[in-house]
């Protein structure tokens, strides 16, 4: 499905803050994308199956399960192992950014995030699963 040239895509955006999460979701809509919410890992990892998203936003410090937890199991799921997932951090350390590649995150987004880093995201990675990059 495309919306104005460019292609829509299912997008799950994970985290504990629900100004961050309505944020991304006013700017993924704005861009033409279909969004879904959860507010910890446990509950992306509930909505995961029946979403199936295409492109993953991922906060790392949540309660209970933290990002690099949330990654590092849809990751070891065969069915989500390609689904590309971006790292949303206020913090912006070497040592965070290797942590998240080592549990299979593709890119790393410093909060607050813009419109456009958010947007050049998806268009960066959503199209990984069709074999186009």
């Known amino acids: 499905m495309t919306t104005g040239g460019n292609p ?62 949330t990654c590092a199991i849809i990751k070891r799921n065969a069915k989500y192992s390609d689904t590309p997932v971006v ?10 950014k290797a942590r998240g590649r080592m549990v299979g995150c593709q890119e790393y987004l410093t909060k607050p995030f813009t419109k456009d880093q958010l947007l050049q995201a998806v268009q960066q990675f959503g199209n990984v699963d069709q074999g186009v990059n």
């Open 87 to 96: 790292m949303l951090s206020s913090k912006d350390g070497v040592f965070d």
């Open 8 to 69: 829509t895509f299912k997008v799950l955006v994970v985290d504990d803050s629900n100004t961050i999460r309505r944020s991304a979701e006013i700017f993924l809509k704005q861009g033409g994308h279909e969004v879904l919410l959860a507010d910890d890992g446990f509950d992306a990892l509930s909505k995961i199956n029946d979403f199936n998203p295409q492109l993953i936003f991922c906060d790392i410090l949540m309660p209970k399960l933290d990002g690099y937890q």
